[in-house]
């Protein structure tokens, strides 16, 4: 079946050490998103890419960056982790012309 | 700036009953909303969507509403199950290619 995938699902980390969570999807779709979702909160956009243009949202931290190597993988870096950095972090995916997405099942981000 | 709520964080129905959650926005009125359906530890799942023009939607046990003039979307689920037990969030479409999600509604069902 076509797909949103996250790997890994569980992330635990050290406060200040770099972490690199990955998403992969089989859908083909031009657009990809990555979000934060704290503890009862909706998700916050943080950034997309469409095909490989970069779209950062302007509240998004600097700490945070992203890679989209090619239309099937994209990466969100975490450069130096803090407490508040604790969260799921969910991949998206959706096609031209539609803003229905795409989820994957999420990382869940611990920093110690 | 345009603003999306869904003003109960939990709702608790007993099982058969029809289930109905409200979402309101400030200003405009977006092209559509949609649905989806969130359960814990997991993303989001698309489950409908209405646009402007449309009153009413409806798949299955589920039937999504949209008043511009109450500036209210609503959400209901008829013949509620305890499987139907999750979060459901709201999203509007600001700018292009973007969502922007409502914190949810819990909804649990009693058996």
């Known amino acids: 079946d076509a797909m949103v995938i996250q790997n890994p699902r569980y992330q635990v980390t050290q406060f200040g050490k770099p972490v690199t969570l990955s998403c992969s999807q089989t859908?083909?779709?031009?657009?990809m998103y990555w979000y934060q979702q704290k503890s009862s909160q909706a998700p916050k956009l943080l950034f997309h890419y469409y095909d490989k243009d970069f779209n950062n949202e302007a509240d998004t931290p600097d700490n945070f960056q992203s890679r989209r190597p090619n239309t099937s993988f994209c990466f969100l870096d975490i450069r130096s982790p803090g407490l508040g950095d604790a969260a799921m972090y969910l991949c998206a995916t959706s096609r031209p012309g539609t803003d229905t997405q795409y989820f994957g099942p999420g990382t869940r981000l611990t920093v110690l | 700036s345009q603003k999306i709520e869904q003003n109960s964080e939990a709702l608790n129905i007993q099982e058969g009953k029809t289930a109905t959650l409200t979402c309101n926005y400030t200003n405009y009125s977006p092209a559509y909303l949609q649905w989806y359906r969130q359960d814990p530890g997991r993303g989001p799942v698309f489950l409908l969507l209405i646009r402007e023009n449309e009153k009413e939607k409806r798949k299955e046990r589920l039937k999504v509403t949209f008043d511009t003039t109450l500036k209210q979307s609503l959400f209901h689920i008829t013949a509620s199950q305890p499987a139907d037990s999750a979060t459901y969030l709201c999203?509007?479409?600001?700018?292009?290619?973007?969502?922007?999600f409502g914190s949810g509604t819990q909804l649990t069902v009693l058996p």
């Open positions: 859908l083909n779709h031009n657009v």
């Open positions: 999203a509007y479409s600001g700018s292009a290619r973007q969502l922007t």
